[in-house]
């Protein structure tokens, strides 16, 4: 009878850590995901920063062409 207490709280243990380990592997990956994501987030941003800039420089040459023909 010792031995069946003495293994049952090894058991016990045994799925707490399988529990950790298993939101601990869960966190881990979905960490690895979002860090993923927001990588291709900035450089979507960026790129679409540059397409901004690009479109002003082009439409304020425009505005200035414009202009300088009705004088």
């Not at 966190?27 to 979507?44: F, Q, S």
Request: proline content about 1%; hydrophobic content about 60%.
């Amino acid at each position: 009878m010792g031995r069946t207490t003495r293994s049952e709280p090894r058991e016990v243990d045994m799925r707490t850590l399988l529990w950790v380990v298993g939101v601990v592997a869960g966190a881990l990956v979905l960490l690895g995901l979002l860090l993923e994501a927001v990588r291709w987030l900035v450089i979507i941003g960026a790129v679409a920063l540059a397409v901004v800039i690009v479109l002003a420089v082009v439409k304020g040459r425009q505005a200035i062409r414009h202009s300088a023909g009705h004088r």
